[in-house]
């Protein structure tokens, strides 16, 4: 069988797999705390049954017999070969003091012009809310000089930007990198919680401070100092590249990256990019391992609103059950019995768990040979869920269909009776289910209550039964559902997630001087992120930043107070851009 180095370059012939020269640089890591599955390590001690006996011994001894490393299967370090002067001239720069602090002064400066978004803003070019990004625009034209008087810019619906990098060879497809340039907002009670000035882009001496420092400010600041810095050593692409920034993906991206989508797609056509780098996953330590999680598939998103109308009038003559009664019971009818969850094979979350149990030093022993013997055995595929889910009780959410009643609204006077009450359930659909199935279990739940109280039942468009008492109503809450993502490929034969898995290892191994010292999992966006406008334009679709997410401390900011960004770990990332385009440009995508 070819090793895993000759594997790779018979998939991409033009990059190869060279050891560079070690750093002494290490970074220390932490206990990925951020990730759903850790608590399984943290609470295994206090289980009074190891979890090495929790399986019978008939699953045991199929496990004897699994290579666990073929359950998730590494690319070896991929380094630039064409431009390996190129690449080896720029990863010592990027460790020099010069270059950590023109990365200090561009992101902090960016983090520095409040660039807002809120729900529901007007359209662009009436509500005034969208100008803040026309100092940001300024902002980057004064940063990136370079970037500006090379590449062609498009500004879409005003505020979003594509930067289109012609390459020299038209018969390749572009590589398409995104990023957004909003934020969310702060709230006004919280600001002197924060450390620094939430607009302040402090540096500390290790972090950038501020509200966009770590989403997504960071990514946009790293790919555009990446092509900066590649336009100042004359580097000219073969392969073009295409940047697409979004300004509201804070709020769904409905007028910034869903304008852009046709505007990409007229450019190169359906279909027609190489692939797609979105934010998303990243890396840190977890089960003794360091994990890189590669975002493959995001979950689909759906807002099912409940609607109970009966007749009104004076609460001195009221009915048995009032329209908020009814609608109560059925609140504590979808709470009571959740939409079932099951580990299914083919997943990305199966394929994460696999890669946790093959490469994973410190995994229990029990779940990891549930996981060894479920690619085969149903049993041991149940006993695996069932150990995941017991000791971590988020899993079920990665896993599964979501539900959550987040919205309720009924009465307007205590002595009226409610002629309506309503509430709105929000479902992260699972990536292997899809809209019409959560809107049938919404349906099924609640058939038999409809029935119970005499109401007329109209679910999602459709009469489904007549009654006298009044009517429950299933609907679409805004009309903004959205369907799981299509997976993007995976395995031997996908040479973008080859390339980019590779690439991760060797911008790993170049920071750490540590060959193979991370393991590529694939996995899920449980949020959403522009991807969801851009399906047409590629299948290759990857969400992934290159940062250390052991920094608990970084994480606990995100959305909240006290977001920021390791200076090293944006270093890192402008790193991981830096060998993407370079491996992009040489390898057969």
């Not at 797609?265 to 590669?294: C, I, R």
């Not at 490929?489 to 060797?506: C, D, E, H, Q, Y």
Request: charged residues 20%.
């Amino acid at each position: 069988m070819a090793s895993e180095k000759q594997f790779t370059e018979s998939l991409l012939p033009q990059a190869t797999s060279v050891v560079p020269p070690q750093r002494s640089r290490k970074l220390r890591w932490a206990i990925l705390g951020a990730s759903v599955l850790a608590a399984t390590v943290y609470l295994a001690p206090s289980v009074s049954i190891p979890l090495s006996h929790a399986l019978p011994s008939c699953l045991r001894a199929h496990h004897s017999h699994t290579k666990l490393e073929a359950l998730c299967p590494q690319e070896s370090s991929l380094y630039p070969q064409k431009h390996a002067d190129l690449w080896s001239d720029l990863d010592n720069a990027y460790g020099t003091d010069g270059f950590k602090e023109n990365t200090i002064k561009w992101l902090g400066d960016a983090v520095r012009v409040p660039t807002v978004v809120n729900d529901q803003q007007g359209p662009v070019g009436e509500d005034e809310r969208w100008d803040v990004f026309g100092p940001f625009h300024d902002y980057l034209l004064k940063a990136f000089p370079l970037v500006h008087s090379t590449l062609k810019l498009t500004k879409v619906n005003t505020w979003g930007l594509v930067y289109e990098w012609k390459g020299s060879d038209a018969d390749l497809k572009p590589l398409l990198l995104a990023a957004h340039q909003d934020v969310v907002p702060v709230e006004q009670g919280t600001v002197n919680q924060w450390e620094h000035p939430p607009f302040s882009g402090h540096f500390d001496g290790e972090y950038v401070w501020g509200r966009g420092s770590l989403d997504d400010k960071s990514g946009l600041i790293g790919i555009m100092t990446t092509i900066e810095t590649l336009l100042s050593k004359d580097f000219a692409p073969a392969r073009s590249v295409v940047l697409a920034f979004g300004f509201d993906e804070e709020a769904s991206g409905v007028k910034g990256a869903a304008s852009i989508a046709p505007v990409l797609e007229s450019m190169y056509g359906k279909n027609g990019y190489a692939m797609l780098v979105d934010e998303g996953g990243s890396f840190g330590e977890l089960f003794g391992t360091v994990f890189a999680n590669l975002a493959i598939a995001e979950k689909g998103y759906t807002d099912t609103r409940v609607s109970v109308a009966t007749a009104g009038g004076h609460s001195s003559l009221p009915p048995e059950h009032t329209s908020i009664g009814i609608l109560s019971r059925l609140l504590v009818e979808l709470e009571s019995n959740p939409i079932p969850v099951t580990l299914a094979r083919g997943t990305p979350i199966y394929n994460t768990v696999q890669c946790y149990a093959a490469h994973g030093t410190d995994l229990p022993h029990g779940l990891r040979r549930a996981v060894a013997a479920s690619s085969h055995s149903d049993r041991a595929l149940r006993r695996a869920e069932k150990i995941l889910t017991h000791y971590d009780k988020n899993f079920k959410s990665l896993v599964g269909t979501t539900q959550a009643v987040d919205l309720i609204q009924g009465g307007h006077k205590a002595n009226a009776l409610p002629e309506e009450a309503w509430a709105v359930v929000n479902h992260r659909i699972a990536t292997d289910s899809n809209l019409a199935a959560v809107q049938a279990a919404d349906t099924g739940r609640l058939a038999k209550l409809a029935k119970h109280f005499n109401l007329t039942f109209n679910a999602f468009g459709e009469a489904l039964a007549e009654g006298g008492a009044g009517t429950l109503t299933l609907s679409d809450a805004w009309g903004t559902s959205l369907e799981p993502a299509p997976l993007t490929p995976t395995g031997v034969n996908a040479k973008p997630f080859l390339l980019i898995s590779g690439t991760i290892r060797a911008v790993h191994a170049a920071t750490t001087g540590e060959e193979g010292g991370i393991v590529v999992a694939p996995s899920i966006m449980s949020g959403n992120t522009d991807t969801r406008h851009y399906w047409n334009l590629t299948e290759h679709i990857f969400r992934y930043d290159h940062w250390n997410m052991s920094d608990q401390k970084a994480l606990s900011g995100a959305h909240t107070v006290n977001e920021h960004m390791r200076v090293e770990d944006f270093v890192g990332m402008i790193r991981y851009f830096t060998a993407l385009i370079l491996n992009a440009d040489e390898a057969e995508l």
